[in-house]
């Protein structure tokens, strides 16, 4: 853990090569690339996963939603019903009564680091709850992107909190654990309980959630 802390993975890179220094410097250490995994699995992976179960997105956002897999949004053209796509191990989202079916909003190109493997199905259920809007175009800054992982850790504390009743909320995950404890071979979810813990820890440092999201060559030619 010392050797991790040392790299500073609590800090705000002011510079896109700062991060991929940082990032470098983990995965050239197995030791510390190790710790930053455990990190990352006990913190913000159940944090991940929760955002991402379909039936998280209809319990915040309806059931009328509608929800595909591997099928881009563009390919879709009931424009009255909300929508959102998970292709690629990517989410995306459309409003309702969208102006066109190319009116898709992409984290990508909006509030995350372009590749990355963070908060896009949080962003993408954010803009249809309108807690954010369409960039014009992707942020610049990194100072953005960090802003960006605390406004998504924000979103998450209200959905466990008020954006799903709590009993509600606890019974689905009760009965998903219940189920997947029937299935080793799964992950098990963690209760609301548990959530809010591993909620409080990436609240600490929200920057580290940016900071743990491997950054590859493409999509990062615009960030300073």
Not at 141 to 152: F, S
Not at 168 to 178: A, E, G, I, N, R
Request: with cysteine.
């Amino acid at each position: 853990m010392e050797e991790w802390l040392k790299l500073k993975p609590h800090s705000e890179f002011q510079k896109i090569k700062e991060l991929k220094q940082y990032q470098k410097d983990v995965s050239g250490n197995v030791k510390i690339a190790e710790v930053e995994q455990k990190w990352y699995d006990q913190n913000m992976k159940p944090l991940v996963d929760f955002m991402g179960d379909e039936h998280i997105w209809k319990l915040v956002c309806g059931n009328e939603l509608n929800i595909f897999h591997d099928k881009p949004l563009r390919s879709q053209d009931d424009l009255a019903k909300a929508a959102a796509s998970f292709k690629a191990g990517h989410w995306t989202s459309r409003r309702a009564n969208a102006s066109s079916k190319d009116d898709i909003y992409d984290p990508f190109r909006n509030h995350q680091i372009g590749g990355t493997n963070q908060f896009c199905q949080t962003f993408s259920m954010m803009y249809l709850k309108q807690w954010i809007e369409m960039e014009e175009k992707p942020p610049k800054k990194m100072e953005d992107y960090y802003a960006n992982a605390e406004k998504a850790l924000a979103f998450i504390k209200w959905v466990l909190e008020k954006g799903i009743e709590p009993a509600t909320l606890d019974d689905y995950l009760k009965k998903s654990q219940d189920i997947f404890e029937d299935h080793k071979d799964l992950q098990s979810p963690r209760l609301r309980a548990d959530l809010l813990k591993c909620l409080a820890e990436c609240l600490k440092t929200p920057c580290m959630c940016v900071n743990v999201a491997t950054v590859g060559e493409l999509g990062t030619e615009h960030i300073q």
